[in-house]
């Protein structure tokens, strides 16, 4: 069975432009969340989507959002970079049931470098 | 609001040693209580969890036990070894609803021959 994919692995961009990342879920998980790792701040929840809805919602700017299609692919986006949004992104799919027996699996992350 | 606290790092042990990494959370309502290890270049793997208080998480010999009267979930191994070098991450479910886990900063261990 196929883990968590992401793409791209590395990102390099430059402030102002836009990013968008893409989460390929565990197949038969229909729950996807986003989190961002960075040195300072540690691994931060972003939001989950479930059935092509967004469920929860961390604190973050507009800038960043989502969405989650009918296959449960997901995509992240994040508009006009700045030099503080270079992280880790992290992926994680699970089969999304009201139950905390569905684990969470992660994908390896995008090395997004906003220069 | 709801949050983890983990000791600092890095954690240097020698082989066969005893590893204790300790947790320690925040939270409204009735949190679940999980342990996450990410070793290098790879991603994060459930390590154990607990869902309720008085509950014990065990799993590659790794340990850890929800204490709700010290909000507690310290990982314990009775003895580590060059393998379990990782960065280890105490988190909370605040509810059953959705996937919003927090994060402690995480822990990094290495262990040495």
């Known amino acids: 069975k196929a883990g968590v994919t992401q793409t791209p692995r590395y990102l390099i961009k430059t402030r102002g432009q836009q990013v968008t990342l893409s989460c390929s879920p565990i197949s038969g998980h229909r729950s996807v969340s986003w989190y961002q790792q960075t040195p300072g701040q540690g691994l931060q929840f972003l939001f989950e989507?479930?059935?092509?809805?967004?469920?929860n919602k961390g604190n973050f700017p507009g800038r960043f959002s989502g969405r989650q299609f009918s296959n449960s692919r997901s995509e992240m986006n994040v508009s006009t970079l700045e030099l503080g949004d270079s992280a880790l992104y992290l992926c994680?799919?699970?089969?999304?049931?009201?139950?905390?027996?569905?684990?969470?699996?992660f994908g390896p992350g995008t090395r997004l470098t906003v220069l | 609001g709801n949050s983890v606290t983990q000791m600092e790092g890095p954690v240097t042990l020698s082989e066969e040693a005893f590893l204790t990494i300790n947790c320690t959370y925040t939270?409204?309502?009735?949190?679940?209580l999980f342990w996450y290890v990410q070793y290098p270049g790879e991603g994060l793997q459930l390590l154990l969890k607990?869902?309720?208080?008085?509950d014990k998480g065990s799993n590659k010999g790794f340990e850890a036990t929800y204490r709700k009267e010290t909000t507690s979930f310290h990982l314990e191994k009775g003895s580590v070894q060059v393998s379990d070098s990782a960065v280890y991450f105490c988190a909370l479910s605040p509810d059953n609803y959705g996937q919003n886990f927090v994060f402690g900063p995480g822990t990094r261990l290495s262990v040495l021959p």
């Open positions: 607990a869902t309720k208080a008085d």
């Open positions: 939270a409204t309502g009735y949190p679940s």
């Open positions: 994680a799919s699970s089969l999304g049931g009201l139950s905390l027996l569905n684990e969470q699996f």
């Open positions: 989507y479930f059935s092509e809805t967004q469920r």
